[in-house]
């Protein structure tokens, strides 16, 4: 279900368009995102390639800490560590990633996120550090 205020959804980015991910919800330290799985996103073993893992939890992750509540205050983030721990395997048809800001300051902060699947099984771990760009 889509929560996010949609006078602050933006327009996907290039990357964003080609996986077909899109944001839920976002809050204030909060990012929720779903990616439906595609053929084009599994590895040679047929199961989701790890590094779409990764690029759906920096993602929520980077945006936890960008909420304005302003859509023209727009704030980016740059990743600075990334840290990824893969434990489950996905089984169902959507993968869900959920950020959370969990510190930091003016310039930078730390995020946690989890990745799971429709069918709620723990896919991924992250946490990763984030600067903020202005």
């Known amino acids: 279900m889509n929560k996010i205020d949609q006078t602050l959804n ?13 944001l839920t919800d976002w809050s204030k330290d909060y990012c929720r995102l779903e990616q439906p799985l595609e ?10 390639h790890g590094g779409i893992h990764a690029t759906l939890l920096d993602t929520a992750m980077g945006y936890c800490g960008c909420f ?3 859509p023209d205050a ?3 983030a740059m ?13 169902g048809k959507l993968l869900i990633a959920e950020g959370r800001k969990t510190g930091g300051g003016y310039k930078t902060f730390f995020a946690e996120a989890s990745l799971r699947d429709d069918t ?7 946490t990763g550090v984030f600067r903020l760009r202005r």
């Open 10 to 22: 933006e327009t996907p980015y290039l990357l964003q368009t080609h996986l077909g991910f899109y």
């Open 39 to 48: 053929p084009y996103l599994m590895n040679r073993q047929g199961i989701p």
């Open 68 to 70: 304005t509540g302003d």
């Open 74 to 76: 727009k704030v980016l």
């Open 79 to 91: 990743t600075l560590n990334l840290s990824v721990n893969y434990i489950g395997q996905a089984t």
């Open 120 to 126: 709620d099984a723990l896919i991924a771990t992250a």
